[in-house]
């Protein structure tokens, strides 16, 4: 089988880092065994805009081959675009005047309703996909091997979408050992919008509201004192701005969605400051000391 890599950054060099890794594996034969093309040669062939990239990707050992030609996956049974999600449109209209009919595309943007809307029409075979893994950082260099190994993987079919394209796009996604999830476009862009957009917008806001303070002093003394709570809480604002502008452009309603009601809850919790209502205060923190476990676990 030959696998496709458009996009040669963070999230596409982890891809191609994890699945050659796992095409090396005997111990994984089972499971290549149910990928389609060639079943004696698996492929990671990738695609960068530049040269030096492509160069890097071969030498780190996150494609067999790399180009700046999409004509290098003429062969490919799925492509994965991993570019940012301005361009991911125009990559499939590109990769399509290469690719077999047959072939498989998906990407990994990080907003869904608006790509496979776009997308579905262009490619009959395509199924929106998006890994709940990154780090702070972007770009070749901070690929890293097994970034998706334990993490969730959502695929985001409509009613169009082939299930023999979704059932192969699992079976790539198995290899990353990611634990896959499947909801509509919509649905994973509303629950993303509370467990990933929101907080960035909450800790982005935060940093600004302590930049806000007046009193230089205090500024610098808080800023001597910070420790883990406010690094945990400032990590995802103070990440990178590019990834936080495009989760307001592209996921606007249902990020202003859970920030309204963020603002509303601030607001809730403000009255009962201002009227000393302690108990109510309690319970609210009692409230969430309980939910946390249900959305994260602690290492
Ligand atoms: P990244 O590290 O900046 O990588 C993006 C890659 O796309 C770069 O290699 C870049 O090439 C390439 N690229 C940009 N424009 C291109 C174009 N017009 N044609 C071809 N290649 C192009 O970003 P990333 O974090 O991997 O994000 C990629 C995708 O993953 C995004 O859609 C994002 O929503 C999604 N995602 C990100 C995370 C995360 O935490 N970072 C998590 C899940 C999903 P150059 O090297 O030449 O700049």
């Known amino acids: 089988m030959d696998v496709g890599i458009v996009g040669l950054g963070l999230i596409g060099g982890s891809l191609g880092l994890s699945l050659r890794h796992a095409f090396q594996q005997v111990s994984d034969g089972q499971r290549l065994a149910e990928l389609p093309g060639r079943t004696d040669r698996h ?10 990239v492509c160069r890097a990707a071969v030498a780190l050992g996150a494609t067999d081959e790399a180009s700046t030609e999409m004509s290098l996956l003429s062969s490919a049974d799925i492509v994965f675009v991993c570019t940012p999600l301005a361009v ?6 590109q990769l399509a005047q290469y690719l077999s009919s047959e072939a498989v595309i998906t990407d990994v943007g990080s907003v869904k309703q608006s790509v496979v809307a776009a997308v579905s029409p262009m490619w009959s075979n395509f ?14 260099e901070a690929a890293q091997l097994g970034l998706f190994a334990g993490r969730p993987y959502v695929l985001t079919p409509i009613a169009t979408t082939p299930p023999r394209a979704v ?34 917008f909450v800790s982005a806001g935060l940093i600004s509201a302590c930049l806000g303070e007046t009193d230089r002093q205090i500024v610098r003394l808080a800023a001597s004192i910070a420790s883990s709570g406010f690094r ?12 936080g502008l495009m989760m307001a452009t592209y996921n606007r309603d249902a990020l202003l969605r859970s920030l309204y009601a963020y603002r509303q809850e601030c607001d809730r919790l403000i009255v009962a400051l201002e009227q000393e209502d302690w108990r109510t205060i309690a319970t609210t923190l009692q409230q969430t000391h309980q939910a946390r476990p249900t959305f994260v676990a602690d290492p």
């Open 43 to 52: 492929r990671v062939l990738g695609v960068g805009r530049r040269e030096e």
């Open 88 to 93: 991911i449109v125009s990559i499939v209209e």
């Open 127 to 140: 199924v929106g996909g998006h890994p709940m893994a990154g780090t702070a950082d972007s770009g070749l």
């Open 167 to 200: 059932a192969l796009v699992s079976a790539v996604v198995n290899l990353l050992e990611s634990r896959l999830y499947q909801c509509s476009p919509e649905d994973h862009d509303r629950a993303v919008a509370w467990i990933s957009h929101l907080p960035v």
């Open 232 to 243: 945990d809480t400032s990590r995802v604002g103070g990440g990178n701005p590019e990834l």
